[in-house]
Each structure stands twice: as C-alpha cells, then as structure tokens.
C-alpha cells in the first residue's frame, strides 16, 4: 500500500499591516519630537539657581574668546544683521569662562539697537 505524501502549503505571512504600524510610529515621533538647535561652537554654560522654560527667540552666541554669531553671521555680520532687524526679544547663549565685564558691554550695545528682553541660556544648577 502507497502512502501518499501530499507537500504542505505554508501561507505566507503579509508584512503590511507591521509596515503600516512602522510608518505611523514614525510619523507620530517626528511629529512630537523637539528639535535641539546645534551650537556653533562649544559652549559652556553658566549656572544658575533658577530656571525658566526656553522659549523661542533668537539666540545671539557668545564663545570665551568673544566670538559672536547670530544666524549663522558671525562678528561685523553678526552686528550688522541686529543693526537691520533688530529682535524684541533676545537670548544669550553664553559660554560661562566669558568675562562678565564684557557680557554686561555687549548687552549695553543691544539695549542701544533696541533690544527689549535679553534673556541669558544658563545650566540649572543641581540641588543637594
């Protein structure tokens, strides 16, 4: 007597539906992500013992050495560019090692083009 052997059918699985569910994760983080504006140098922030949340001005850097770059316009340019459209509102990303003295000249000329609020982007300081 023959037995007969007949091969089985293996239903495939569709990979759709999980590429659906892929593209909607993917579109729901982009969509809730916060993007973090890169430095254009390294900066060391100061510390401070309170803290506000950011907001979205725009941000005038300021390295140890002096360098100021706004909108990717750095120093003369930099100045130009505020002498032209001069913010309300600005905030100062500040590296720490940057002389007071020198911060507190720099605000003085923004105060003179019309700068309103100058805000200064500082690390919270830890609590014990």
Same mark, same amino acid.
């Given at each position: 007597?023959?037995?007969?052997?007949?091969?089985?059918?293996?239903?495939?699985?569709?990979?759709?539906?999980?590429?659906? +569910? =892929?593209?909607?994760?993917?579109? /729901? /983080? *982009?969509? %809730?992500?916060?993007? =973090?504006?890169?430095? &254009? /140098?390294?900066?060391?922030? &100061?510390?401070?013992?309170?803290?506000?949340? =950011?907001?979205? $001005?725009?941000?005038?850097? =300021?390295?140890?050495?002096?360098?100021?770059?706004?909108?990717?316009?750095?120093?003369?340019?930099?100045?130009?560019? *505020?002498?032209?459209?001069?913010?309300?509102?600005?905030?100062? +990303? %500040?590296?720490?090692?940057? &002389?007071?003295?020198?911060?507190?000249?720099?605000? $003085?000329? *923004?105060?003179? *083009?019309?700068?309103?609020?100058?805000n200064l982007l500082t690390n919270q300081?830890?609590?014990?």
């Amino acid at each position: 007597m023959r037995i007969f052997v007949y091969p089985r059918i293996v239903a495939k699985e569709s990979i759709i539906p999980m590429v659906n +569910v =892929i593209f909607i994760l993917l579109i /729901f /983080f *982009l969509m %809730t992500s916060s993007f =973090i504006i890169p430095d &254009p /140098f390294e900066i060391e922030k &100061p510390y401070a013992d309170s803290s506000n949340k =950011i907001t979205r $001005e725009e941000r005038l850097y =300021i390295s140890k050495t002096g360098k100021i770059v706004i909108a990717n316009l750095d120093n003369e340019d930099a100045w130009l560019y *505020l002498e032209k459209k001069t913010p309300k509102k600005l905030l100062l +990303v %500040t590296d720490g090692r940057f &002389p007071a003295k020198n911060l507190l000249d720099i605000s $003085e000329k *923004l105060k003179e *083009l019309g700068v309103i609020e100058i805000n200064l982007l500082t690390n919270q300081r830890n609590k014990k």
